[in-house]
């Protein structure tokens, strides 16, 4: 069993900073992207911030500028440094990655439990 475990999420006032971290554990082959979405009250799963195995990476225009994901192979890990963050950033963010537990199976998407992050004066 793989499973990705977050940490970092909070309570900032609006233009503060936080830092999401996102570790791998248990049965991990292979991770190919990694990244984080995000829930907000009443709204869809979002994309967030992208990464693969090479590096490279997406965002979501909301956030462009303002987050920056980065990811350590080695410790199975992606983090998400957000700043400037504004209201409309409230949301549960989630860990994702897309890996294999073993060379012979193919990809599957995991997911973490989700951490809060909550932007207000």
């Known amino acids: 069993q793989a499973q990705l475990v977050e940490s970092g999420g909070g309570l900032v006032q609006p233009g503060g900073s936080l830092r999401l971290s996102c570790a791998g554990s248990?049965?991990?082959?292979?991770?190919?992207?990694m990244g984080w979405y995000r829930q907000g009250p009443g709204k869809q799963r979002e994309l967030v911030a992208l990464?693969?195995?090479?590096?490279?990476?997406i965002y979501a225009d909301s956030v462009k500028g303002r987050f920056t994901i980065s990811r350590d192979n080695a410790k199975k890990a992606v983090y998400l440094q957000m700043n400037s963050l504004k209201p409309e950033d409230t949301a549960v963010y989630y860990c994702?990655?897309?890996?294999?537990?073993?060379?012979?199976?193919?990809?599957?998407?995991?997911w973490g439990q989700g951490t809060q992050v909550t932007v207000s004066s």
């Open positions: 990464t693969d195995s090479d590096s490279n990476t």
């Open positions: 248990g049965s991990i082959y292979s991770i190919s992207a």
């Open positions: 994702y990655a897309n890996l294999k537990t073993d060379w012979f199976v193919r990809n599957n998407v995991h």
